[in-house]
């Protein structure tokens, strides 16, 4: 009787312990990629031929050596953006400009079609009122970007992004005026670090 009443107690025991460590199975992580902003980027360096270098992995301004390699993605100077391939750098880059896009649901870049620098005034990325990513209001002297103006950006290193000017004045007014200051870049985009061309 004993020994029965032993073992019934062990294998109680052993049963509740068994249960309290059951290994939980954390939630599946989120496979959707962050949307990241950079705020105020200067893009007046004094002369529009001097360009602000940024690198959308890192969300970072390159300086130095590392603006002549492939280590920066898009370089801005006044209205003009220049992406890391052609004459404008030693990059494999490029860009897509898509128009009436829906930057939220853009879920893929294209695998094909990218634009590249061929010279300082033809940019993969067109300069000009409604050609590339702004409208010039020339009554205000007003720039703002085009509604549903998309870059999918093919990087300096070969990977993707999407990106969406928000705006071009310190802060990022809704709306801007003649006392705001300009040629600062406020931009959301989408990178994709894994050489894939999934943009969500």
């Known amino acids: 009787m004993r020994i029965t009443l032993f073992l019934f107690m062990s294998t109680l025991v052993l049963t509740n312990a068994c249960n309290k460590s059951s290994v939980v199975e954390p939630p599946p992580a989120s496979t959707s990629l962050p949307i990241r902003t950079a705020r105020d980027l200067p893009a007046d360096t004094g002369s529009a031929s001097k360009f602000t270098y940024f690198s959308l992995r890192d969300s970072a301004i390159v300086v130095g050596v590392d603006t002549t390699t ?7 100077a006044s209205t ?21 896009a829906d930057f939220d649901t853009l879920s893929m870049a294209t695998a094909s079609a990218y634009s590249i620098d061929t010279s300082a005034t033809k940019l993969a990325i067109r300069t000009g009122s409604d ?11 007003i720039i703002t970007p085009v509604a549903g103006r998309v870059l999918v950006i093919r990087t300096g290193d070969g990977k993707y992004a999407k990106v969406q000017i928000v705006s071009y004045y310190k802060g990022a007014p809704a ?20 050489g894939s061309a999934k943009l969500r």
């Open 70 to 76: 492939n280590k920066w993605d898009l370089a801005f």
């Open 80 to 100: 003009s953006i220049r992406t890391n391939s052609g004459t404008s750098g030693a990059g494999t880059g490029g860009a897509v400009v898509l128009s009436q």
């Open 131 to 141: 050609n590339g990513w702004y409208h010039y209001d020339f009554a205000t002297n």
């Open 175 to 194: 709306a801007p005026t003649a006392t705001d200051k300009s040629r600062y870049y406020t931009f959301k985009y989408v990178y994709q670090p894994d």
